[in-house]
Structures are given as structure tokens and as C-alpha cells.
């Protein structure tokens, strides 16, 4: 009996101490569990924190990229694509200065026709001025017919090179001067001279009226303009010998030649002051002696348009 009491104690007393390690275990394991289950919790928590910013900056990101993937192939779609260039500027003028300039040309390209003709019905007071034949006075007409053939040839290329302007300057000088001389004269080999002059300085400004609407307009548009002129050139013919022949009846056959001066020097008055250099001259194309009147001729054309 006192055997199986003592069993009885040790078997109780190992319960005891089984059960006093059991205690001073489970609030470690139980608090393990909770710092477990607060990381489980944490990590969720993260992860339930970090799925919304996450799906929040996603957009933003993705839209970014797409952005980026876009902006080369738009780029090589604007490379692959004819870009339409807009025609070169022909000219620098408005409209207006071209059709001032442009009438200015018809009117200077009158001179010469008219000249020719409304020479005519002062032939016979002339010839009888200078006691003359009438066959001799025809002369003085072939004289201005052949420099009206062969003066555009020289003041044409002329005018290529060192400009409109200058040569027009240069052409009616000649011409005022002429009709000048031909109103004061008082033979017959001075007549024929300053006949030659006079159709020199005159039949110059047909040439160079073409060219100047070359230089004006383009090629849809150069046919109107190419009328006007050839148009003033026609009806010259018909208008000269009806005034000629009135000045020559009434004022005599000096006055035709004033009337001419008068004209003339109201075109240049005109002509100088307000017309441009409108040619196209290149540089390398020209003389360096020329330099001057290319320098005037830019400053012209600042200062007039």
C-alpha cells in the first residue's frame, strides 16, 4: 500500500509538472500564433493596400506606354506621307503694283508705234519746208523703220542684264532728246538722224514691255496681260496719223514733234518716282561695273513696294 501511495505521488506530482510546462508553453505558442496570424494579417493588409494603388497607377502607366508606342508611328506615318509644299512666291509685288506697272508698260510701248505714224501727214508740209522731194522724205520713214528692227536686239539683252529701269531711263532720254532736235532742226540730214534716234529710243520699249510681264506674272496669267500690250500696239497705227494730222493742219508740222515731248516727258515724270525694278537679274550673270545700278535697283524696290 505505501508502494502504490508513493506511485500515486510521483505519477501526480509528473501530472503537475506536465501540466505547469503545458501552461508556460501555450501563451508563447498562443502569442506566436497571434503575431503569426497578425503578419498573415499585415500581409493582407498590405496587399489589400497595395491592390488598390496598384490598380490606381496601372491606367496612368499602361496609358503612358501606349502613349510612348504611339508617338513612333505617328512620327513614320507624318514621314511616309507626301507633305504638300506650297507653290514659290513668283513675285513680290501685290496685284495692284503689277497692273500699274503693267499699264505703265502699255503706254510706254505706244511710243514707237505711234511715233511711225503720226510722222506721216507732216511728209508733204516738210518736203515742202525744205524744198524737198516727197521721195526724199520717205527715206527719213525706211531710216525709222530699220532701227525699229534693230535697237530691240541690243536694249533687249540690255535690259537682262542691269534691269528695266535703267533702260527704259536710258531709251526715252534718247527719245526726248530726239523728238527735241526734230522740232528744232531746220535741215534735212539733221532729220534724218534724229530720225533714227527718235525710232532708237522708242522701239526699244516693245521689247522690253514683254519682258517686263515675264517678270510680273506666271504663265496661267501672262496671256491678259500679253494682250494689253500687243493691243496698244495695234491701235496706235489707227489713232497717230488722225492727231498728226490735225497738229500738222492747225499747229503745223513742229507741233507733232512737241506733242511727242510732252507725252514722253509726262511718262517719265510718271514712270520714275513710282515704278519698281521688277527684272530678275542674277548677280554672277553680270559685270562687276554693273554692281551700282544693282544696288540702286534693290533700293528701289524697298522703297516702292
Known sequence: MPAMDAEKKESENANAAESLESRDVGPDS???????????????????????NAGADSPKEEGDEREREREPQQQNRQDGQPQQEQPPLYSVFSNRVKVFVILMTVFSTIFSPFSSFIY???ITPIAA?????????????????????????????LSDKIGRRPVYALTFAIYLG???GLALQDSFAALMVLRALQSTGSSATVAIGSAVVADLTTSAERGGYITA??????????????????????????SVFWFLVITAGVFVLIYLP????????????????????????????????
Do not use: K
Open 274 to 305: 513710282f515704278v519698281p525694278e521688277v527684272s530678275i537679274c542674277r548677280v554672277y550673270d553680270i559685270a562687276p561695273a554693273t554692281s551700282f545700278l544693282l544696288v540702286y535697283r534693290s533700293y528701289l524696290v524697298l522703297v516702292h513696294h
Open 129 to 157: 519746208s525744205y524744198h524737198r522731194p516727197i521721195s526724199d522724205l520717205n527715206l527719213t520713214v525706211t531710216v525709222y523703220q530699220i532701227m525699229q528692227a534693230l535697237a530691240p536686239l541690243f536694249f533687249g539683252d
Open 120 to 122: 506721216l501727214p507732216a
Open 178 to 180: 530726239a523728238n527735241v
Open 30 to 52: 498562443e502569442m506566436s500564433g497571434q503575431d503569426a496570424a497578425g503578419d498573415e494579417i499585415g500581409s493582407d493588409g498590405a496587399a489589400a493596400d497595395t491592390r488598390p
Open 229 to 254: 500690250v500687243q493691243a496698244s500696239i495695234q491701235f496706235a497705227p489707227a489713232l497717230a496719223p488722225v492727231l498728226g494730222g490735225i497738229l500738222t493742219q492747225y499747229l503745223g508740222w513742229r
